[in-house]
């Protein structure tokens, strides 16, 4: 799960990483409207933390740019106003939830996650292949009926590989779906290791993960 937390408060935003980074999430932290969009520009989320005063625009108008330009990506408004006019007037422009600083982490995290699934929910229903089953709601997956016992990462690799099962995905697709761009001591190679995890947790059922030279890897199912 990746996720892009939008504000100028170098504090907040660092402690906002740290806290969801305990918990499997990739964090990226622009710190103005401008910095967001080259990261949206070559980069997908599965959420985003924005704050509504940032140094060159408000919050609020990158929002409304998303919206009209069809981007659904779930969106947690920060806002130290008080205003009812001003949250309801986010929520009508299409932000999902919002949360008034100061705040507790606690909460934030809570919220995003419920985003998330809710978002997941939405788009889609368990993904079958076989015997495996996965949940991108619950970011959970089973194994002929029985749970699989996976890490966050080790469960949004999965994710990834069956929402395109079939088809080869290379290693730095992999790899953007799993960490953030500030994980500069994390190399391409770490997917070789998830990878492998994956494969001993699925060894000797009728799906497994194939390498394809120089290309990447795809989930299948064994004839």
């Known amino acids: 799960m990746r996720v892009l937390i939008v504000e100028d408060a170098e504090d907040v935003a660092e402690a906002i990483s740290i806290r969801l980074g305990k918990s499997g999430m990739a964090c990226d932290i622009a710190d103005s409207c401008q910095a967001a969009e080259d990261y949206l520009a070559v980069q997908r989320y599965d959420a985003m933390v924005l704050d509504i005063n940032l140094p060159d625009r408000n919050g609020t108008e990158l929002l409304a740019q998303l919206r009209t330009g069809g981007d659904r990506t779930p969106v947690l408004m920060l806002t130290a106003l008080f205003s009812v006019d001003d949250r309801v007037s986010a929520l009508d422009l299409g932000a999902d939830d919002y949360l008034v600083k100061p705040f507790d ?6 919220r995003l996650r419920a985003l998330v699934r809710r978002e997941a929910t939405q788009k889609s229903d368990a993904i079958a292949l076989g015997p495996l089953s996965f949940s991108p709601a619950a970011l959970s997956a089973s194994l002929d009926g029985e749970p699989l016992d996976l890490t966050r990462r080790e469960a949004t690799l ?3 590989l069956l929402r395109s099962q079939g088809t080869v995905l290379s290693k730095k697709r992999l790899y953007d779906g799993l960490f953030a761009f500030d994980d500069a001591d994390v ?4 997917i070789e290791l998830y990878i492998a995890r994956l494969r001993k947790k699925l060894a000797a059922s009728a799906v497994s993960i194939e390498t394809q030279r120089g290309l990447g890897y795809r989930i299948i199912k064994n004839d």
């Open 105 to 110: 982490q606690r909460e934030l995290e809570a």
């Open 158 to 160: 999965l994710g990834l």
């Open 187 to 190: 190399g391409l190679n770490a």
